[in-house]
């Protein structure tokens, strides 16, 4: 049975924010290419695919239909791709017609590993309707390989310093069968260690429990708070000198700026440490709130009340040394849930840096009283 994913909080804040209207010089340009050369790029890790494979949503009919389209000679709608630095190309828009191809030419159909034979529906034409690839005839084999489509690259040229634009098109552009978050936009367009190792340490027993669900969320919410916390524990997120974040361009940053580093050690360590003692000490509903007139933990997860807790504790252990063990933990984050001053700083303006020092601040005294 599917695990059932967790739901997150929406601050209004933090999810309903624009990037800033910075001009940009991006140069566009049309291609037509043959899916014989997607397919050799492809395997030559020049036509990039997310870290995390992102999810395939079509099914096997309606992958069927478009090979269908091309054995037909049907005009295919066109790919969005993106040059990068390493003169590499990034699948903006397009992945699901680039994958379908490429599994039906391998043989293989990615979701259930068995051979890919195109559907028996009839809505598939009866010459090539239940064959695979290598029972087409060879000439339906090149046109296939041989059919080419047409592809609008992208590369920017300003600004040099940031990928901004490349997360706007993304968000803009992209018509795939479902609209793409914030997280799986970053884990398109920032490839490279720090995105490898928080994947990795999104695996981490605590983090887990406490995120609500054993398997890794398929839209990347549970990496998306991963991200927000490291970001705030490597930046010193106190330290910041301005008014305000904004959180989307924040982690963007963070994530082009480390592109390639893996997450500090310590940072690694404390977190571990951080995760246990919470998963212990405050139940795996830590970063849930409390509804009191139906005496129960809220369901969703909640992102500033997440930061609060784990930033209080990380704080603790870099001044005390440690995290001890606090009986009364649990109750007190109960009673810091009903002080409003406290909930005013997670639901309210919670990307000032002043609400952040804030919550942060009262969680710790509450929690280490």
């Known amino acids: 049975m599917k695990e059932k994913e967790v739901e997150i909080v929406n601050i209004k804040d933090e999810r309903e924010e624009e990037l800033s209207t910075e001009l940009y010089d991006i140069r566009s340009w049309g291609a037509d290419l043959s899916f014989r050369e997607l397919i050799s790029r492809y395997e030559g890790d020049e036509l990039v ?6 999810h ?20 295919v709608p066109s790919i969005f ?24 030419f391998k043989g293989i159909w990615r979701e259930d590993g068995k051979v890919f034979k195109l559907s028996n529906s009839k809505k598939i034409n009866s010459k090539w309707r239940g064959k695979a690839f290598s029972e087409l005839e060879e000439s339906l084999q ?48 920032y490839q490279g260690k720090l995105n490898r190792s928080i994947i990795e340490f999104n695996g ?35 330290s910041e000198d301005k008014e305000s974040i904004q959180l989307k361009k924040y982690l963007n940053e963070f994530m082009e700026r480390d592109l390639h580093k893996v997450i500090p050690e310590d940072v690694v360590e404390k977190l571990t440490k951080v995760f246990k003692w919470i998963n212990t000490s405050l139940t795996q509903n830590a970063f849930r ?12 997860f909640h992102p500033p009340l997440f930061d609060a807790i784990v930033l209080a504790c990380i704080k603790e252990i870099d001044q005390k040394g440690s995290l001890g063990n606090r009986a009364n933990a649990e109750k007190n984050k109960l009673e810091l849930l009903q002080n409003s001053e406290f909930t005013d700083a997670i639901t309210v303006r919670t990307t000032r840096i002043e609400n952040i020092k804030k919550r942060i601040r009262m969680a710790r005294e509450a929690l280490f009283k």
């Open 204 to 238: 981490e027993t605590n983090w887990r429990k406490l995120f609500g669900t054993e398997a890794a969320d398929s839209r990347m919410q549970d990496v998306e708070q991963l991200t927000r916390i490291i970001s705030f524990v490597v930046n010193n997120i106190e």
């Open 289 to 300: 709130t409390y509804n009191l007139k139906k005496g129960k933990y809220n369901n969703k």
């Open 81 to 104: 791709l993106s040059r990068t630095d390493e003169e590499k190309l990034l699948i903006i828009d397009g992945y699901q017609r680039i994958m379908t191809v490429y599994d039906y």
């Open 49 to 54: 695919k997310p870290e995390m494979q992102r």
């Open 142 to 189: 090149r046109k296939i390989t041989n059919t080419t489509i047409h592809a609008i690259l992208f590369e920017q040229n300003k600004p040099t310093n940031n990928s901004n634009s490349m997360f706007l098109i993304f968000e803009r552009i992209n018509t795939s069968g479902r609209t793409l978050n914030a997280q799986e936009i970053r884990n398109c367009i």
């Open 56 to 75: 395939y949503v079509w099914d096997k009919t309606e992958a069927s239909r478009f090979i269908d389209s091309l054995l037909l000679g049907l005009p």
